[in-house]
């Protein structure tokens, strides 16, 4: 595949008028003038901008079928009303729905990867697969369903080595889970090679707890479980003290940031700054469509960096820059990812109509991406393959007839 | 005009296959099965949802053309060196192209109306005209440029009875115009009988100005000043005691939120929920696209809505609901608009594709406009006139070449 005379962004200026050759799954040129001859399929770039996609590191995607059905309730009323009703009733063939309806949002927002924690991840995993995007995945552990833990191990096997889907170990939560069945996804995940995926530090409460019950942090409880290494992505972490943030930061423990649903479900800022001064690679992610109420990484960047500055009360504070890296190289460095506009990378990469008038004038592009971006995209392109051109999405209608379908029953 | 079988809200239900039919520039009847004989345009609304146009109650509009020149600054470094030079270099031209630019993105964003201040106010008003939106516009006011004052009342005169646009008296705040300048400005307001259209309290450093040099607070000193009136916009109101809040509602002042812009700048969070408990009518606006940095409404009720949550600490404390009266029915009544899905009423529309997967499950639409929608609408009408349709604005390819090259001259 080719793409023609598209912007590209290198070290934050646009370069007008290159082309990309993409061979098989990855980047094989970019350059000027590339010739286009014996190529099935070219692309006209001009007037778009190329990025390579976007990672959501934290996602519960199949949510995406609730979305809107609880609002604007307390934590716990929302919780024991509302979702885990309807969570009760919800069959596999609902998630591989409810993440098909996931996948169609994340392409339209350039978001070619993502990190998901949910029920029935064999669902999720054949949804993304037929989708085209690439997933991180994990069946959430909890202790009140012991099946889960036994489920994770077969999961692991039956998708270890496949080219789109990479399976994980995601024990929920150091609150739901004992100490045994933490220690029990660790060594799955050491026998594996997997990350392991884990909501940690939530909440004031959460870490209350741990305080008065084990006089120690969550982040200290899991190093004391060893559990802290580059192969963690811990995702929350709103409610950490400094000596945390060392101590993730020395063990190459992965956080990620979910500032718009941490708002939305009053749990807190995270201590951003401080984890990035204390060296911690930090991702983003959108947590699920009940607490945010999309997938759209462009406005969770955003919302990101003004809150971050409000909260060290200086506008210098978080610079687009810094949050544009979390959407994109931290992700890439937390999962592995050889992704980038270089040769060489995977062809994973998404296309933005610059001729909008939100991102004229055309002069400094990251604040463009960051602050002014809706976030729809034109094209969508991973592992080589095109998902959605010119917003075009094969089968979208029936996807969102079918989700309708299922939301109806579930709610009925 | 007739839009045929689209869907509406209607007490926060939807309701599909209405028909809406416009006559000169107002909604005629809304229903179904109206016939479309004798009708010049006909616009198939299926698949779309009509909502009455969005207000954009603070707006510095024509600054489109200064959009990510500089962010992430501090803000004296950011005015004295980046913005103040720039503004000093500007042209009515520039500002014609500005607004020009600022306009597309209102349209492309549902927004019909909007509430602005800024040099050259004619040359916004002229660009405001040909685009066919609504606007009410003020020159902001400044004793450190005299002529200012002198030049309100004129402008008053070219353009009070227009159809679509409205002066506005605009003393920019109670730090930067003395009290005769306020009280010219608020008589001037009197006697043409218009808005006064003012920044307030919007830092923690006004407010302590204010009570170290006056024992009162600003919106107190404005009150002494007999300006707090229905006819008061006063914007931001990030600083206030309870007794502000009171007094605001007691005179009937309207309040501006400018969320996005408040945690941009570091300014912080206004005390929303005190003051709708007060009474106050309160409205939204996206401030200039140099601190937010575009002009999406849907955005910025987003982002007001969950950072009230966080504030008040928790998710029952703003609902959806409550933003989107701010962004529609609050800034009606503020700007006394005859608009609203209802016959008789302005006919300012907005029509959008429901066909987006973060629109679905088609449940709880108004969470959908606030928490999940990307800000880009299909179709704008304005007083009867298309001014987008299917996402095609005649003429906008031209306005963003001209803006670019204005853009490079200034900061050449």
Redesign the interface.
């Known amino acids: 595949m080719l793409i023609k005379e598209i912007s590209i962004l290198q070290a934050g200026q646009l370069l007008k008028g290159r082309d990309i050759l993409i061979e098989g799954n990855r980047i094989a040129r970019i350059g000027r003038d590339l010739k286009d001859e014996g190529h099935e399929e070219t692309i006209d770039g001009r007037g778009k901008l190329a990025i390579p996609g976007l990672v959501n590191s934290h996602t519960h995607l199949a949510t ?2 609730f ?3 609880a ?5 716990q009323h ?1 919780l024991e009303e509302k979702i885990w009703p309807l969570e009760a009733r919800l069959t596999p063939e609902d998630v591989y729905w409810g993440a098909k ?2 996948c ?2 994340l392409i ?1 927002f350039g978001t070619t990867c993502y990190n998901d924690m949910y029920f029935f991840p064999d669902e999720t995993a054949r949804a993304t697969k037929e989708m085209g995007l690439r997933a991180f995945l994990a069946a959430g552990i909890f202790d009140i369903r012991p099946e889960l833990l036994a489920e994770a191990e077969p999961f692991i096997r039956r998708w270890q080595g496949d080219e789109l889907i990479c399976p994980a170990v995601g024990p929920h939560a150091a609150y739901t889970c004992s100490e045994e069945t933490l220690l029990q996804a660790r060594d799955l995940a050491d026998r594996y090679n997997t990350l392991i995926h884990i909501h940690v530090a939530e909440t004031k409460e959460e870490v209350d707890g741990f305080n008065l019950t084990k006089g120690l942090s969550p982040v200290e409880y899991l190093d004391s479980l060893n559990m802290l290494s580059p192969r963690l992505v811990a995702v929350h972490c709103v409610w950490l003290t400094l000596e945390d943030a060392h101590l993730l930061a020395a063990r190459g423990a992965n956080v990620v940031d979910c500032t ?1 649903s ?8 995270a201590p951003l700054n401080c984890l990035l001064e204390a060296g911690v690679n930090v991702c983003l992610g959108t947590d699920g ?1 009940c607490s ?5 990484l462009f ?1 969770e960047m ?2 990101t ?3 971050q ?2 909260a ?9 820059e810094q949050v544009w890296h979390m959407a994109t190289e931290g992700a890439y460095k937390a999962f592995g990812l050889q992704m980038g506009m270089r040769e060489g990378a995977l062809a994973d990469l998404a296309l933005i109509d610059l ?4 991102l ?6 990251v ?2 991406l960051v ?2 971006m ?3 995209v034109d094209t969508t392109i991973v592992n080589g393959k095109v998902l959605m051109r010119n917003g075009f999405i094969p089968g ?2 029936e ?2 007839e079918e ?2 379908k299922r ?2 029953r579930l ?1 009925s």
Chains 1, 2 share one sequence.
């Open positions: 995406a079928l979305r809107g059905y609002d604007d309730m307390l934590l929302w309806l996931g169609l949002e339209r718009v941490n708002l939305k479900l009053c749990s807190g800022i469509s945010n109420n999309n997938s759209n406005g955003k919302v960096a003004i809150v500055k409000n060290y009360q200086t506008p210098a504070a978080f610079s687009a001729r909008k008038p939100w004229y004038p055309q002069s400094n592009m604040s463009h602050y002014s809706t976030g729809e979208e209608a996807i969102l989700a309708q939301f109806l709610t």
